[in-house]
């Protein structure tokens, strides 16, 4: 490539004794370029009728997708997963609230965000997004309601909180906690005596019975339990709603909590990637608690045939 040499200083132009003549005026756009005649774009409904099968967490799920793809971002892009993730959950709170925080039923009229706002920033120092899914408000404890304060519904307390959790409705069931426990305990084939223990495969056919859709994990991993602490931990990260339903020894994960020491279920609700802990939700306990990857595996390390089941739960 030639590379040109100095420029030659040019010489020095006479300055006007006169302003400048103005620019000539723009032209015009025509009737055809702008008809104010014609009527605007529709536009985006502002409201969305809930299906049957709808939770709060799809609706979420498929404004989330929209709104990244009019964003133009694609699945493809580094930012995508956590960027669909925290609208997601940020939308799950808007369509909430729109509701009044009630479950959804089919026919349902949903008033839809006019738009999500950005998520904060959570690089550095900053405080990341709770999980998807409101933790206190799923969460019972399992001899709430129980005229006696004592019974063996750990397993169909777990999945009823799993059931809220996932936005599905459970007013079915019956009036209280407790009733709807029992009811759960009816439908998995576990019979009406509360004192009697259930099992993963009778908590399975509860929650399907009820309108999610649950199956017991294969166990892939033996006895290194943290092989199925990773399982759910890279199934949450999927960012698709979901919990799992485990059943475990609570003394072996958690005993400074005080908690009981043999077979017992719990729901584990959620994932902080930012800490490495996940959110359980132990029925014996007096709200969520966030246990290590280490915790639960010592949790579902119990020695009993039925322990280390991983049950995991989707909407239906």
């Known amino acids: 490539m030639r590379i040109p040499g100095p420029i030659a200083p040019q010489p020095q132009l006479p300055v006007p004794d006169r302003a400048p003549l103005p620019p000539p005026p723009r032209p015009h756009a025509t009737r055809d370029a702008w008809d104010d005649s014609r009527p605007p774009p529709p536009p985006p409904p502002a409201t969305v009728t809930v299906a049957p099968g709808d939770s709060y967490y799809r609706i979420a799920q498929n404004l989330a997708t929209a709104q990244l793809a009019a964003e133009g971002l694609s699945p493809g892009d580094p930012s995508y997963s956590a960027r669909w993730h925290e609208l997601s959950y940020s939308l799950v ?13 089919p026919g349902d009229v949903l008033t839809l965000p006019g738009s999500a706002p950005v998520p904060p920033d959570v690089s550095g120092d900053a405080q990341p997004l709770a999980p998807p899914g ?18 063996g519904n750990c397993g169909f307390t777990s999945a009823l909180m799993t059931l809220r959790l996932l936005g599905i409705d459970t007013s079915g069931l019956g009036g209280n906690t407790y009733e709807q426990a029992m009811r759960l305990r009816a439908l998995g084939g576990a019979g009406t005596v509360d004192t009697t223990f259930s099992n993963p495969s009778q908590v399975v056919a509860s929650l399907n019975a009820a309108g999610a859709r649950a199956a017991i994990v294969r166990n892939t991993w033996g006895a290194d339990k943290l092989a199925a602490v990773d399982v759910m931990r890279q199934a949450f990260l999927s960012g698709e709603p979901m919990a799992f339903v485990c059943c475990g020894n609570p003394e072996l994960g958690w005993p400074a909590l005080g908690t009981y020491d043999g077979g017992h279920f719990v729901t584990v609700a959620g994932y902080d990637p930012a800490t490495d802990t996940f959110t359980v939700l132990d029925p014996l306990q007096g709200g969520p608690i966030q246990v290590t990857a280490d915790q639960l595996a010592a949790y579902l390390s119990a020695d009993n045939s039925e322990a280390g089941e991983v049950v995991q739960v989707l909407p239906a």
């Not at 709170?93 to 039923?105: F, K, T, Y």
């Open 93 to 105: 709170l808007q369509l909430q609230a729109s509701n009044g925080n009630r479950p959804l039923h």
């Open 134 to 151: 409101d933790y206190d408000a799923a969460f019972i404890n399992q001899f709430s309601s129980d005229p006696n304060g004592s019974n």
